[in-house]
């Protein structure tokens, strides 16, 4: 079987220019970061691998954003007498071939700079954020409560002795509940 594995970070971002016109029997798409390989579609891909299928990835970045994970899935991909192909990169590793040498040093090596490229952007964005905090212009995300529910949590804050329960029942974690009654 041909499996391919179609990955954006957000609901908002579009799948279209991946893996345009390569053909393939099952489809594994999502919307969620890479920032670790707890997402359901490529567990759902990886648990119906069997030998001789092949997996087509778009680019390295999609299938994973951190080197060790990267790694860690095309060998579990190898391992399962399956065979990856990644698109964009022009790499192809089979699991009943010689590892070419070459090809593990651009998976590495590529791994490494889509690594390298996430680590920068979420720097630049910590440094926005608290650029714009010196200036009062970002206050963080908006409440999703009206003031009626704020000043409700506030109440049941003070009579709770049971903070973590408060917090669940209100959906939210106790750093924010206590923030909220602050």
């Known amino acids: 079987m041909i499996f391919n594995y179609i990955r954006v970070s957000t609901e908002i971002q579009n799948t279209d220019?991946?893996?345009?016109?390569?053909?393939?029997?099952?489809?594994?798409?999502?919307?969620?970061s890479a920032k670790d390989t707890n997402r359901p579609q490529l567990e759902a891909m990886l648990s119906n691998l069997r030998s001789g299928d092949l997996?087509?990835?778009?680019?390295?970045?999609?299938?994973?954003?951190?080197?060790?994970?990267?790694?860690?899935?095309?060998?579990?991909?190898?391992?399962?007498?399956?065979?990856?192909?990644?698109h964009k990169e022009n790499l192809f590793f089979e699991s009943n071939k010689k590892a070419?040498?070459?090809?593990?040093?651009?998976?590495?090596?590529?791994?490494?700079?889509?690594?390298?490229?996430?680590?920068?952007?979420?720097?630049?964005?910590?440094?926005?954020?608290?650029?714009?905090?010196?200036?009062g212009k970002y206050k963080g995300r908006q409440t999703r409560f009206s003031e009626e529910e704020i000043n409700q949590i506030k109440t049941e804050f003070i009579g709770s002795s049971n903070k973590t329960q408060l917090a669940k029942e209100w959906g939210i974690t106790r750093q924010y509940l206590y923030k909220i009654a602050a």
Do not use: W
């Not at 220019?17 to 969620?32: A, P, S, T, W």
């Not at 997996?55 to 007498?81: C, M």
């Open 17 to 32: 220019r991946q893996l345009v016109d390569v053909e393939h029997d099952r489809l594994y798409e999502e919307k969620i």
């Open 100 to 135: 070419d040498p070459f090809q593990n040093l651009m998976l590495s090596m590529l791994g490494a700079i889509s690594q390298f490229e996430r680590d920068l952007m979420l720097e630049r964005q910590r440094e926005g954020i608290a650029i714009a905090k010196a200036k």
């Open 55 to 86: 997996v087509n990835v778009h680019e390295l970045s999609r299938l994973a954003r951190n080197t060790k994970d990267l790694l860690e899935i095309v060998e579990r991909i190898i391992s399962s007498g399956s065979s990856i192909k990644f």
